[in-house]
């Protein structure tokens, strides 16, 4: 009989003792240990965070064996993918291959072994044993890989849709957080502004944001390079886009309150994957107005310090990767909508 392990993971933790598995320096991942409440999976690909990939490329001078390279040795020390330059992981893509019994023995338990399916819990937390770097794709964050991941009792997965391939889903699912609370956070008529409008998380955001603000809204979309702008205004995510360097702050703020009237926003919504950006996000909200930092290269003290120092009262959301239904929520929006669909299809997959 398997041993029973800690809901959230604690018992997969070796240093320091008493963190859960995220915090922890190194976390065990022996595949021949088995849980009554675990979840073992082979893992085909790592969909590695934006933030995380984009860091480890520089750093590898964009040589992908150098990058495939990397993630072996921080997996190797640490028993998992978390980027110890940004502190953030990503998801996986994968094959159910064990399921504890006392998993099995719930009866709202919906997973057998050999059901394909995608994490929805960081790689920053996950114990995972890679054994062979298959491929590096830079273009889309992406490594296939041979190995192993564990699933604890409370992680979330999704299992992989039968409407779409699985390569698409996986390019959606790895931001499904962020759409999700594009969704949640405006009302209608309210002025919305995505820094980072040309990436995945960017437009998913923009089409739930104009759905949710009406006729009456605005979503202005920020981006750095101006050949992007005529083909997001053809996705019909944006009633504006602009652009401007998400690193210069009152640059920003400029172009967005042209863009809107003179006025302040309502909401603004951080997508990029570089650092200090925090700025640009909050000088254009208005006081008492939302920011929502979905981007995992945020830095807490530069947002909340940043905003105190500009004397702005607004609430400062962080971009928890789980919402409610989130996976349900994105994988929709490619259903609902032909042109994301078609982007994700050839620019993701």
């Known amino acids: 009989m398997a041993m029973k392990g800690n809901k959230y993971g604690t018992h997969r933790v070796i240093e320091p003792q008493g963190v859960l598995t995220q915090a922890a320096w ?15 999976c082979n893992v085909t690909s790592l969909n590695v965070d934006s933030a995380s990939f984009t860091q480890i490329e520089e750093a590898c001078g964009g040589d992908e064996k150098k990058i495939g390279e990397m993630i072996m ?38 997973l057998k ?20 770097i298959l491929a590096v794709h830079k273009d889309i964050d992406r490594v296939d890989i041979v190995g192993q991941a564990v699933l604890f009792e409370s992680a979330l997965y999704a299992k992989m849709p039968e409407d779409m391939s699985e390569p698409l889903a996986l390019a959606a699912l790895d931001v499904a957080g962020a759409p999700a609370q594009a969704r949640k956070l405006p009302k209608e008529g309210d002025s919305v502004l995505i820094l980072g ?121 962080i971009g928890n990767g789980y919402t409610k239904n989130h996976a349900e929520i994105t994988l929709n929006v490619l259903r609902e909508s032909e042109k994301l669909r078609k982007l994700f299809d050839e620019k993701y997959v």
């Open 113 to 132: 072994v050999g059901d394909k399916i995608v994490s929805l819990v960081s790689l920053s937390m996950t114990p995972l044993k890679i054994d062979k």
């Open 197 to 317: 409008a040309n990436g995945k998380s960017g437009v998913l955001c923009g089409y739930e944001a104009m759905k949710k603000v009406g006729p009456n809204g605005k979503v202005v979309g920020v981006v750095r390079n101006p050949k992007q702008i005529p083909d997001l205004m053809e996705l019909g995510v944006y009633t504006d886009v602009i652009v401007a360097d998400c690193t210069k702050p009152v640059a920003v703020m400029e172009a967005a309150l042209a863009a809107n009237d003179g006025k302040e926003y309502d909401l603004s919504i951080c997508c990029v994957n570089i650092e200090s950006c925090e700025m640009s996000a909050i000088l254009p909200v208005r006081d008492n107005g939302k920011v929502y930092f979905f981007s995992m290269a945020t830095s807490f003290t530069k947002a909340a310090l940043g905003a105190e120092g500009v004397g702005k009262d607004v609430e400062m959301i």
């Open 26 to 40: 190194k976390i065990d991942n022996d595949m021949t240990k088995l849980y009554s409440n675990e979840i073992i």
């Open 73 to 110: 040795s921080i997996v190797a020390e640490r028993g998992k993918q978390q980027n110890p330059v940004t502190g953030s992981g990503g998801m996986f893509k994968g094959e159910v291959a064990y399921i504890g019994e006392d998993l099995l023995a719930k009866p709202d338990f919906d």
